[in-house]
């Protein structure tokens, strides 16, 4: 009976050792588990953060785009204003043009080329 009672005592002995590593083991993958779970959590929440920006980032860029093509939508009308004018402005031959014909008019200018004419003969 000792040695039964032995033999129950190396296998209960063995058992308990057995169910400690089990224990420590499983204590073990928790852990990591619960790391594993953390690291996750935090990846999200710094992805989640990333999207917030990058939402906020393009929401900003929209807005510093409708702002430049407002002011090419306003520039662009400045222009055509501007040549519609440079249209109505007298070309360089025209002002030449008219320099000729207030010469022809004017008077003392043809007294002028009289008296030049009478003064060569």
Do not use: C, W
Not at 9 to 38: A, C, F, P, W, Y
Request: hydrophobic share 35%; glycine share 2%; proline share 1%.
């Amino acid at each position: 009976m000792v040695r039964e009672e032995s033999k129950y005592n190396i296998v209960l002995h063995e058992l308990i050792s057995k169910n400690g590593e089990d224990t420590r083991r499983l204590r073990s993958i928790e852990q990591r588990l619960d790391m594993m779970e953390n690291r996750m959590n935090s990846l999200e929440a710094a992805g989640l953060d990333r999207a917030k920006k990058f939402g906020s980032k393009i929401s900003e860029m929209e807005s510093a785009l409708k702002s430049v093509a407002d002011e090419l939508s306003r520039t662009r009308n400045s222009l055509e204003k501007i040549n519609r004018q440079i249209v109505k402005f007298a070309r360089k031959s025209d002002i030449k043009e008219m320099e000729r014909m207030m010469d022809l008019l004017n008077p003392v200018e043809d007294e002028r080329r009289r008296l030049v004419k009478t003064a060569e003969l």
